[in-house]
């Protein structure tokens, strides 16, 4: 019988660590979001700017604001040339991001092209996206680059 209790009581302090755990990480995720989803365009960009810097990015440059060619970031990493469109948006991202940094990438002279968001992607982007081998990076990738800061 108390080989029996000391399990329990150690599967019971495991489960609260676990659960422990778990609560810290919806609430780290809850707080970034807001942050996120308020900023202004240009604010964005620059936060997008710093995320790209600390996962390893190179030379990372944010564009004027007007007549960008629809690059809002250029940068490099492990030699392959990247222009990126950030979009802060309150809904999904329609397929006019996708076509804007298609020609930008071109402009620019870009090896990829990606568009950067808070949100998700309509139907019709992704399918643009694959056809023109664009990259998607939505809100759960996002989230998931701000997670191994």
Known sequence: MEGQEWLI???AAVLCMVLFVL????????KRPDAIDGMEGHDFEYFCAELLKKRGFQEVAVTKGSGDYGVDILAEKDGITYAVQCKCHSEAVGIKAVQEVYAGRDYYDRMVGAVMTNQYFTAPAVNAAEKLKILLWDRGYLDSMMEEE
């Open 23 to 30: 609560i810290i990480r919806v609430r780290r995720r809850g």
């Open 9 to 11: 009581r150690a599967v």
